[in-house]
């Protein structure tokens, strides 16, 4: 394995007498894509918050690129697209006027980010809703625009929330194809879900988080054969349906 482009060491996060996240340590080489599993409530958007430096760990620390995320926010967040599980959007901006304002957030020239972001939203079929208001875009197209929105800096480290939230099959899977293509190019991808076919379907390796917890982590082909991808997620799930 490479070396790790994401880099996460005992990282709790303790809120008044709870702890959110106990102890979890993860590495990320560059061209892999690492899905986060568990049940609601697991600690999975906290661990990713973290990571992505919009909040502050208890203890512990992460590298992104070998940049310290808490020592240098801007450094670190610069390698960096975060898609959140509810992406908050302007929408009186035409997409166009979005992802130009995202380009001069992470202080890039239009130009330069222009090829790329043709690209995806022709991948996602929104090349002639570009010039759109957002509000005039549908749910799934909104949710495409953001991922969009994530890469056009052409980032080292993409980080995102439940992926496959509100989009339709055909999204679905142009969504898995795109983050097989991002390893591809080399780039780091780590997503969560609770969904296990998700994981199963684009995930090179896989952690489980419950309570805070990391309580199974490997290749998915090593958990399948060792049938504890399967019965450990449904374990979880049923505990907290319990």
């Known amino acids: 394995m490479s070396e790790p482009t994401l880099l996460a060491r005992d990282l709790r996060k303790v809120i008044g007498p709870k702890t959110i996240v106990d102890g979890v340590s993860l590495d990320i080489p560059a061209g892999e894509v690492f899905g986060f599993l568990g049940p609601n409530g697991a600690g999975k958007?906290?661990?990713?918050?973290?990571?992505?430096?919009?909040?502050?760990?208890?203890?512990?620390?992460?590298?992104?690129?070998?940049?310290?995320?808490?020592?240098?926010p801007v450094r670190a967040k610069a390698s960096m697209g975060y898609v959140p599980d509810r992406p908050y959007l302007y929408e009186k901006l035409t997409g166009r006027e979005l992802l130009h304002f995202v380009a001069d957030l992470y202080r890039k020239e239009w130009y330069a980010c222009e090829p790329r972001a043709v690209e995806l939203l022709r991948w996602f079929g929104l090349g002639d809703w570009i010039d759109a208001r957002i509000e005039n875009l549908s749910h799934?197209?909104?949710?495409?625009?953001?991922?969009?929105?994530?890469?056009?800096?052409?980032?080292a480290v993409l980080v995102i929330d439940e992926p496959m939230v509100g989009l339709d099959a055909?999204?679905?899977?142009?969504?898995?194809q795109l983050f097989r293509r991002l390893a591809e190019e080399g780039k780091t991808v780590l997503l969560t879900t609770h969904t296990l076919s998700v994981a199963e379907a684009v995930c090179d390796?896989?952690?489980?988080?419950?309570?805070?917890?990391i309580v199974a982590s490997g290749s998915?082909?090593?958990?399948?054969?060792?049938?504890a991808l399967e019965d450990v997620f449904l374990e979880l799930t049923y505990e907290e349906e319990q």
């Open 205 to 213: 390796r896989i952690a489980i988080i419950n309570r805070g917890k």
């Open 220 to 227: 998915t082909a090593e958990l399948k054969r060792e049938h």
């Open 170 to 176: 055909l999204a679905q899977r142009q969504v898995r």
């Open 140 to 155: 799934g197209m909104k949710q495409k625009l953001v991922l969009v929105s994530a890469l056009v800096h052409d980032p």
């Open 45 to 72: 958007t906290t661990t990713i918050r973290i990571i992505s430096g919009l909040s502050l760990p208890t203890e512990g620390r992460v590298l992104v690129d070998g940049i310290d995320v808490v020592a240098e």
